[in-house]
């Protein structure tokens, strides 16, 4: 079993912890100075603490806290070059963190998802070490990449959920107009965005072909589609997605200038 420690019980934190405690195959130690954040992970913790050097004795030290505390962190913990430092804080490179430890340090960059194992994560390849692909494993799917393009996967797949959940709601509320219960219409939408999803990750073709597949000449889909195509909805997700990139280049800014 592979000893994990997470620095940092918030939102992300709390979900790595979730996720990982299902694989079963982890010891899980959570440490925060919130008490109410570590009672809140303490189910799916083997230890919770508030010393993070009794986090700093786990193989893998994950360092899940925001991008203007990440250094403080870092440099309250000694770790040795035998051990993992994983950290996920936006614009927050490796060269950054490499000069204030001896441990291997990764780039993670995940989502909530992780909390359910539909985690989708992005890791820089010139650093990821096994043990850290063993966990991402466990919580979803991810890719590795240059890090040079960490700040557009911070925004697809980092900031990309509140996306899709600004999408599905609208999906819901078209549903809620039309007569459904908000139950109901949030169960569909939903459950449509999640297969939908499914299918693009296991199927073969284009997301065009699929697209096309649903669309029966004269039917209902491709009378929304024509709306879709007309529309400059795919600008704005475009947009959204560009925003938030270029916030990560500006926090990498900020913390080299620190």
Known sequence: MTDVSVIGCGNMG?????????????TLTACDLDPDALESVAEYSSTTTSDPAVAAEADVVI???KPDIVMHVVDDIDLSADQTLV??????????????TDATVVRIMPNLAAETGNMAAAVTQHSVTDDVR???DDVGEFVEIDEQQMDIATAVNGSGPAFVFYLLNAMKQAGVEG???DDEAKTLAAQT???AAETVLQSDQSIDDLIDAVCSPNGTTIEGMEVLWDSNADEAVVDAVSAAERRSKELAM???DE
């Open 134 to 136: 063993e966990l991402l």
């Open 14 to 26: 709390s979900a790595l912890l979730k996720g990982l405690s299902k694989a079963g195959s982890h």
């Open 63 to 65: 360092v899940a806290v």
């Open 193 to 195: 965005f999640k297969g």
């Open 254 to 256: 900020e913390s080299e």
């Open 87 to 100: 950290t996920l804080a936006a614009g927050v490179s490796t060269d950054v963190i490499e000069p204030h």
């Open 179 to 181: 007569g459904l219960d």
